[in-house]
């Protein structure tokens, strides 16, 4: 091991990692680094410091960062020029300041901290997909996947004469069809960034391919039921093409009076023999922030005071809100993505695509469901035998990544959903 490597900040990280700045203040704790190969007790006691400083030059900049130190205190470690600045720095990093020092020390200390300050990712939302669409994973190829339902025989018995005939119904059936589609992306890594990465950010990028993965099948998702102006207008109908009325009445913006109209609407709806059905296991989805507090704010109400469906303008009921046993809520903001207008206004109902007929399927290729990674296999050996995986592709020493996701969806059974654009016209 030589002296670079002895003195590199980022190994002695790599060998400190769990000790805590008191614990490195007494040689009790440089004595836990006894038997690293190479390591010397004078050295030990080196990078014991070392690391100290370099953590209290990391505090200073991470507070400057999150407004916790002065902007001026910053500037004065750089170009000190004021005593009472610099005791101030003294108690915030003793280890640095105490000792006496110029400008270039602090900056050796933050050049060794600077490439090492990453953000972290962005928290993204959970994917909604899943909740509102029935679910297959056994989709065998790329051909057309056909799904049938039935309908017929549930209608009421007719009263049967003596010796008379009995009535004698038919079985009626339809389907839809949809088939899964590949999608892939991916990046490629030189050799040479691979060795200079010490910030493992490399391993980052496959969870963002992975985010990635998810994210279009969200967007595919969402553009089964959202279109251009709000709900999609082949999914949501006033019942002049197929004779569903799935259009919440008047598209009301949303409010607890118009849950409740859309709940009286979605009652009143009947099967193709026209006989009564029930929707079970409710779930609303809007695309706007205001939009979703406003609705949360709704669903989790104690209790609602009401002059109408049940008493007069002259009359006031307070009722138990039992819309928040029944009805979950979610926030989807890819479909702002899709409605260019009406976003921040639409609201969608769905059943839940488990117990009745789901208004969208989702179907993904078997054995992979979800968001698939690889890398590409290494085809450097070395001379002796033996491939090397870090050398990657023989010809450019290159690595290759890729995300891949097969599936596919359609719309389904249009009783399974309602919706409104939030507009009241």
Same mark, same amino acid.
């Given at each position: 091991?030589?002296l670079q490597t002895?003195?590199d900040p980022?190994f002695s990280?790599?060998?400190?990692q769990?000790?805590?700045?008191?614990?490195?203040?007494?040689?009790?704790s440089a004595?836990?680094?006894?038997?690293?190969?190479?390591?010397?007790?004078a050295?030990?006691?080196?990078?014991?410091i070392?690391?100290?400083r370099?953590?209290?030059?990391?505090?200073?900049?991470?507070g400057?960062?999150?407004?916790?130190?002065?902007?001026?205190?910053?500037k004065?470690?750089?170009?000190p020029?004021?005593?009472?600045?610099?005791r101030?720095l /003294?108690?915030? +990093?003793?280890?640095?300041?105490? #000792?006496?020092?110029? &400008?270039?020390d602090?900056?050796?200390?933050? !050049?060794?901290?600077?490439?090492? /300050?990453?953000? +972290?990712n962005?928290?993204?939302? #959970?994917?909604?997909w &899943?909740?509102?669409?029935?679910v297959r994973? !056994?989709?065998?190829?790329?051909?057309l996947?056909r799904?049938y339902?039935f309908d017929?025989?549930k209608?009421?018995?007719?009263?049967v004469?003596?010796k008379?005939?009995?009535?004698?119904?038919t079985?009626n059936?339809?389907?839809?069809d949809?088939?899964?589609?590949?999608?892939?992306?991916?990046?490629?890594v030189?050799?040479?960034a691979?060795?200079n990465?010490n910030?493992?950010?490399?391993?980052?990028?496959p969870r963002?391919m992975?985010?990635g993965?998810?994210n279009?099948?969200?967007?595919?998702?969402t553009?089964l039921y959202?279109?251009?102006?709000g709900?999609d207008?082949?999914?949501?109908?006033?019942g002049?093409?197929?004779?569903?009325n799935?259009?919440?009445t008047?598209?009301p913006a949303?409010?607890i009076?118009?849950?409740?109209?859309?709940?009286?609407?979605?009652m009143?709806?009947?099967d193709a023999?026209?006989?009564?059905?029930?929707?079970a296991g409710?779930?609303?989805?809007?695309?706007d922030?205001t939009l979703?507090?406003k609705l949360?704010?709704?669903?989790?109400t104690l209790?609602i005071?009401?002059?109408?469906?049940?008493?007069?303008?002259l009359?006031?009921?307070?009722v138990?809100n039992?819309?928040?046993?029944?009805?979950s809520?979610?926030?989807?903001?890819?479909?702002r993505k899709?409605?260019t207008?009406n976003?921040a206004t639409?609201?969608?109902?769905?059943?839940?695509?488990n117990?009745?007929?789901?208004?969208i399927e989702?179907?993904?290729l078997?054995g992979?469901?979800?968001?698939?990674?690889?890398?590409?296999?290494?085809?450097t050996?070395a001379?002796g035998?033996g491939?090397s995986?870090v050398l990657?592709?023989?010809?450019?020493m290159?690595t290759e990544?890729?995300?891949l996701?097969?599936?596919g969806?359609?719309?389904?059974d249009?009783?399974?959903?309602?919706?409104?654009?939030g507009t009241?016209?």
């Amino acid at each position: 091991m030589n002296l670079q490597t002895i003195y590199d900040p980022g190994f002695s990280n790599q060998i400190l990692q769990g000790f805590n700045l008191k614990e490195l203040e007494s040689m009790e704790s440089a004595n836990k680094l006894t038997g690293v190969p190479g390591f010397s007790p004078a050295t030990r006691r080196l990078n014991v410091i070392n690391a100290k400083r370099v953590q209290e030059a990391q505090r200073i900049w991470q507070g400057a960062l999150a407004g916790e130190v002065p902007p001026f205190l910053l500037k004065e470690a750089f170009h000190p020029t004021q005593d009472f600045a610099y005791r101030q720095l /003294m108690k915030i +990093a003793p280890a640095v300041f105490n #000792e006496s020092m110029t &400008s270039s020390d602090f900056t050796v200390l933050t !050049d060794q901290i600077l490439d090492k /300050m990453v953000w +972290a990712n962005y928290q993204v939302y #959970e994917p909604t997909w &899943s909740k509102i669409a029935k679910v297959r994973s !056994d989709i065998r190829d790329f051909r057309l996947v056909r799904t049938y339902y039935f309908d017929g025989g549930k209608a009421l018995f007719p009263e049967v004469k003596e010796k008379a005939g009995f009535d004698r119904r038919t079985l009626n059936s339809n389907f839809f069809d949809y088939g899964v589609k590949k999608y892939e992306a991916g990046y490629e890594v030189s050799w040479e960034a691979i060795i200079n990465d010490n910030l493992n950010f490399f391993q980052e990028m496959p969870r963002n391919m992975s985010i990635g993965g998810t994210n279009t099948i969200e967007n595919y998702v969402t553009s089964l039921y959202t279109g251009a102006a709000g709900p999609d207008a082949t999914l949501y109908t006033n019942g002049s093409v197929n004779g569903i009325n799935n259009i919440i009445t008047g598209n009301p913006a949303i409010s607890i009076e118009s849950i409740q109209a859309a709940l009286a609407q979605w009652m009143n709806l009947t099967d193709a023999d026209g006989v009564p059905i029930t929707m079970a296991g409710l779930t609303i989805v809007v695309g706007d922030g205001t939009l979703y507090v406003k609705l949360k704010n709704i669903i989790n109400t104690l209790s609602i005071d009401m002059n109408n469906n049940g008493g007069t303008t002259l009359e006031r009921i307070r009722v138990q809100n039992w819309m928040a046993q029944g009805i979950s809520v979610i926030y989807n903001p890819w479909i702002r993505k899709i409605a260019t207008t009406n976003a921040a206004t639409s609201w969608w109902m769905f059943a839940d695509p488990n117990v009745t007929r789901p208004a969208i399927e989702v179907g993904f290729l078997s054995g992979y469901r979800g968001v698939q990674m690889y890398r590409k296999a290494s085809n450097t050996v070395a001379i002796g035998g033996g491939i090397s995986d870090v050398l990657g592709d023989f010809e450019t020493m290159s690595t290759e990544y890729k995300g891949l996701i097969v599936f596919g969806g359609t719309q389904g059974d249009p009783r399974s959903t309602m919706a409104s654009n939030g507009t009241g016209s």
